[in-house]
């Protein structure tokens, strides 16, 4: 089910399958690269708009068990609150994450879209964690400016990785800052260039559950952990 949510300046598409948003506008012009399906070898594979990665960001080395970037984004969330400009959905965790629920929201505010994931562990054993989100920004592959530098685009398929809590940069004319809320300490830029799109996510620690040298958040039996950011546009 596809969900539309607007204020006077911005607009988005919600999915309930993944929990996806599939476009986001903010005075018409579009801000994430609309999700497709782009053909990469013999296998089609999802680019574009954003999904959450929770439990976990990247490959999971860890506990051997969980997709790339969770199952999150590929299961039916439930929307449990919506307004004009706001929604709120729920998934319950699957396999090691039973009994675990992770409850969504995206709000549009001016120009920014707020995210906050919440993970609620109701089991009786200590759950790992590291989630993030995963935005693809409209690009047309000028030189990247982030935090005042351009970057190299050969480093992008590989990855470049950036600790900080905010981050700022220009995508083609857009002045993008996430300002990080609720545990954004690490931000990943990657790009495959099979589209005009690059990826800025934030993340709790980036690939933690795939570097082992990295600590993932241990999440207690009966507590909880949240990661929330602003994405705010200046056009």
């Not at 590929?74 to 919506?82: K, Y």
């Not at 690490?186 to 996510?201: A, R, T």
Request: charged share 30%; proline share 5%; with cysteine.
């Amino acid at each position: 089910m596809k969900i539309s949510l607007k204020n006077s300046l911005a607009s988005l598409e919600v999915n309930t399958n993944g929990a996806y948003i599939d476009n986001f506008e903010v005075k018409d012009i579009p801000i994430f690269f609309p999700k497709v399906m782009v053909k990469i070898g013999d296998i089609l594979k999802i680019r574009g708009g954003m999904h959450v990665c929770a439990p976990n960001f990247g490959i999971d080395e860890k506990i051997s068990t969980l997709p790339p970037h969770g199952f999150g984004r590929d299961l039916l969330w439930e929307v449990v609150e919506q307004k004009e400009d706001f929604i709120k959905l729920t998934l319950d965790g699957i396999g090691d994450y039973e009994n675990v629920k992770f409850i969504l929201s995206y709000k549009l505010e001016g120009p920014s879209l707020f995210l906050k994931l919440n993970i609620e562990n109701n089991s009786d054993e200590e759950k790992l964690v590291a989630p993030g989100f995963h935005p693809y920004f409209y690009s047309d592959h000028r030189p990247i400016t982030i935090s005042g530098e351009n970057i190299d685009n050969d480093d992008l398929p590989k990855s470049i990785y950036d600790s900080k809590k905010d981050q700022a940069f220009i995508v083609n004319g857009s002045n993008i800052e996430i300002k990080g809320i609720e545990n954004i300490n690490q931000y990943v830029f990657w790009s495959d260039f099979k589209g005009d799109y690059i990826c800025v996510e934030p993340t709790y620690r980036g690939n933690a559950f795939e570097d082992l040298s990295k600590e993932v958040y241990k999440l207690k039996a009966k507590d909880n952990f949240s990661i929330a950011c602003e994405i705010k546009v200046d056009i």
